[in-house]
């Protein structure tokens, strides 16, 4: 029965999977997928205003033309679980990630220098974006997830006792073994003190039992 329960890793905290089998980190591909295009776009649009300030004429459209079929291709494969775009894909979440922070001390110096309130937004947004980024962009050395990522990732080698089941952190995806029905708001990933389960998915269990 340990390796049936094995096969039937979520997020803690999170609902278990459809049927035995599934893919334990689909759903965090997924959303990581969506970030590489999106991180991608930004990449591409900050490289051609640089390439626009350092070159012009054919040689911009060539330049971002490439740039951009290069961008595609990446998100395509890393979407499509290519083992070739894995870590390009981690290349396009740590360059958003510095156009972010860049962007980031760029509003914070013109808020000190006297700039609109609005400046300390920019640098709010700019600030939240750059740790989303960076924190999947961090997933990718984690080997629970490259080996989900690569569709290796044979989990039955855990002993897992009664009830219990394999779960990845939803901060830092390390494999935890826990039950399900035990868990609260006070416990926390061993590897990264992250909360195991989410304060909106607590409120809305009390809310379902009152």
């Given at each position: 029965?340990?390796?049936?329960?094995?096969d039937?890793?979520?997020?803690?905290?999170?609902?278990p999977?459809?049927?035995?089998?599934?893919?334990?980190?689909?759903?965090?591909?997924?959303?990581?997928s969506f970030?590489?295009?999106v991180?991608?776009a930004?990449?591409?649009?900050?490289?051609y205003?640089?390439?626009?300030?350092?070159?012009?004429?054919?040689?911009?459209?060539?330049?971002?033309?490439?740039?951009?079929?290069?961008?595609?291709?990446?998100?395509?494969?890393?979407?499509n679980?290519?083992?070739?775009?894995?870590?390009?894909?981690?290349?396009?979440?740590?360059?958003?990630?510095?156009?972010?922070?860049?962007?980031?001390?760029?509003?914070?110096?013109?808020?000190?220098?006297g700039?609109?309130?609005s400046?300390?937004?920019?640098?709010?947004?700019?600030?939240?974006?750059?740790?989303?980024s960076?924190?999947?962009?961090?997933?990718?050395?984690?080997?629970?997830y490259?080996?989900?990522?690569l569709?290796?990732?044979?989990?039955?080698?855990?002993?897992?006792?009664?009830?219990?089941?394999?779960?990845?952190?939803?901060?830092?995806?390390?494999?935890?073994?826990?039950?399900?029905?035990m868990?609260?708001?006070?416990?926390?990933c061993?590897h990264?003190?992250?909360?195991?389960?989410s304060?909106?998915?607590i409120?809305k269990?009390?809310?379902?039992?009152a």
């Amino acid at each position: 029965m340990a390796s049936n329960r094995a096969d039937e890793m979520v997020l803690a905290g999170a609902a278990p999977t459809p049927a035995p089998g599934s893919d334990p980190v689909a759903h965090v591909h997924r959303g990581t997928s969506f970030i590489v295009l999106v991180d991608g776009a930004i990449v591409v649009f900050s490289a051609y205003l640089l390439i626009g300030a350092l070159f012009s004429g054919i040689v911009v459209d060539l330049l971002l033309g490439g740039l951009m079929l290069s961008t595609l291709l990446i998100y395509a494969g890393y979407r499509n679980r290519k083992p070739w775009a894995y870590w390009p894909s981690v290349g396009i979440l740590v360059l958003a990630c510095l156009v972010f922070i860049a962007n980031a001390l760029y509003s914070l110096v013109l808020l000190l220098a006297g700039g609109f309130v609005s400046n300390l937004l920019f640098v709010a947004l700019f600030a939240w974006a750059a740790l989303g980024s960076g924190r999947r962009a961090l997933f990718h050395w984690h080997p629970g997830y490259r080996a989900g990522y690569l569709r290796k990732g044979p989990l039955s080698d855990f002993n897992l006792e009664d009830g219990e089941m394999l779960a990845a952190c939803p901060s830092c995806l390390a494999v935890l073994a826990i039950r399900p029905t035990m868990l609260g708001d006070a416990d926390r990933c061993p590897h990264c003190g992250g909360a195991l389960v989410s304060q909106s998915l607590i409120n809305k269990y009390n809310d379902e039992e009152a």
